[in-house]
């Protein structure tokens, strides 16, 4: 199979594919209550948070409506910078939900006075869903800063999709008081796809509770989540299967140092950044605003990426990413994350000067 540098799901290391392996346990017994409360308080390490971290056999997706479902009153500001941010959109509304839609040209980062302006000209909004990276476009909005401005407005809570840079770029939760923060395992985590994770603050928990019946359902119900979290559980069958995966990959991240991994994912893309200036080859991302995990760049060569794709595979057993959607073959993507290291990436864009220079 080949090695994947694509957006995701990512190379997934020998160890934690044998750590699947491990035989099944009951997931209401006392060593899956063990399991469960060593996760989560992993998980707190990595993300800065003292807040109860939610565990979700569903999608990162699942959780995004979960967040909806749970937290927002009136209605959610969504700045739609992309293809996965522009999605909340349609989730909200299909949720019932009245989404207020903050377009943005696409590659260009959310910045901090636009989520001040729109919160400004409309009072009944009291949540904002912030994509951080936009796997699409390969932009990273700056958290920090937007989560200041954010907590500016007392009635508004920020919930943030991390897909695509959590474990590859800096985020910390309480102390920028981010309300929520969600993602899933098969980014930077390099892990199989399958389980998504959530932080959730007090007032989060307090918004649940308050919510009307039929709001939230069932399966996606926060205060239901609690009243199994506090027994160190799940209301529904967890994976456990990819919670072995998980509790192997946590003791390695730990290991590393989370902020070592931020490091190496920075230094993953400076040198993609550096081939990239050396061809030519412009960002589509805004100029200081470059996701850590991907790099999406402007195919202004006019190679052809389905077919360099196709050697590198043949040749090389490894495949890069075309661009996403109305992007492809105008764009081309380099998934640096994960368990991937610097001389891999090396390697990588080699093999593909190789093949450009083949013709």
């Known amino acids: 199979m080949p090695k994947l540098f694509i957006p995701g799901p990512t190379e997934v290391h020998p160890a934690?594919?044998?750590?699947?392996?491990?035989?099944?346990?009951?997931?209401?017994?006392?060593?899956?209550?063990?399991?469960?409360?060593?996760?989560?308080?992993?998980?707190?390490?990595?993300?800065?948070?003292?807040?109860?971290?939610f565990i979700g056999t569903c999608s990162a997706t699942g959780v995004i409506e979960a967040a909806l479902r749970n937290?927002?009153?009136?209605?959610?500001?969504?700045?739609?910078?992309?293809?996965?941010?522009?999605?909340?959109?349609?989730?909200?509304?299909?949720?019932?939900?009245?989404?207020?839609?903050?377009?943005?040209?696409?590659?260009?980062?959310?910045?901090p006075e636009d989520i001040e302006k729109a919160l400004k000209s409309d009072p009944e909004?009291?949540?904002?869903?912030?994509t951080h990276s936009e796997t699409s476009t390969g932009v990273l909005s700056p958290l920090k800063e937007i989560a200041a401005v954010v907590r500016e407005f007392p009635n508004v809570v920020l919930l943030v999709d991390c897909v695509s840079s959590f474990a590859a770029a800096e985020i910390r939760t309480d102390e920028w008081g981010i309300d929520l923060i969600l993602f899933g395992m098969q980014k930077a985590l390099a892990l199989p796809a399958g389980l998504a994770f959530c932080s959730v603050s007090p007032e989060i928990m307090e918004r649940s509770k308050n919510?009307?019946?039929?709001?939230?359902?069932?399966?996606?119900?926060?205060?239901?989540?609690?009243?199994a979290a506090v027994k160190n559980n799940t209301i529904i069958t967890p994976a456990v299967s990819l919670l072995f995966a998980l509790d192997h990959q946590l003791d390695e991240i730990l290991k590393e140092g989370i902020e070592a991994r931020w490091a190496k994912h920075s230094e993953m893309q400076k040198i993609t950044m550096e081939w990239a200036k050396q061809h030519d080859i412009s960002y589509f991302s805004e100029e200081g605003y470059h996701s850590p995990g991907i790099s999406v760049l402007n195919n202004s060569k006019n190679w052809n990426i389905a077919e360099i794709n196709e050697k590198l595979r043949v040749q090389h057993d490894c495949e890069i990413a075309n661009g996403y959607k109305d992007l492809k073959e105008k764009t081309f993507r380099i998934g640096h994350m994960g368990d991937h290291s610097p001389e891999d990436i090396c390697e990588l864009l080699g093999w593909i000067d190789g093949i450009v220079a083949e013709g």
């Open 125 to 130: 909004i009291d949540a904002v869903m912030l």
């Open 211 to 227: 919510q009307p019946k039929g709001r939230k359902g069932y399966y996606f119900d926060f205060v239901e989540w609690e009243k």
């Open 71 to 111: 937290s927002v009153k009136k209605k959610v500001l969504v700045p739609a910078n992309g293809f996965f941010a522009s999605k909340w959109v349609d989730v909200s509304e299909s949720c019932g939900i009245e989404a207020v839609r903050l377009d943005f040209e696409l590659g260009r980062a959310v910045k």
């Open 16 to 53: 934690q594919r044998e750590a699947q392996t491990r035989p099944m346990i009951g997931h209401r017994s006392k060593i899956y209550a063990e399991l469960h409360a060593s996760i989560e308080a992993r998980l707190k390490k990595i993300m800065f948070t003292e807040n109860r971290v």
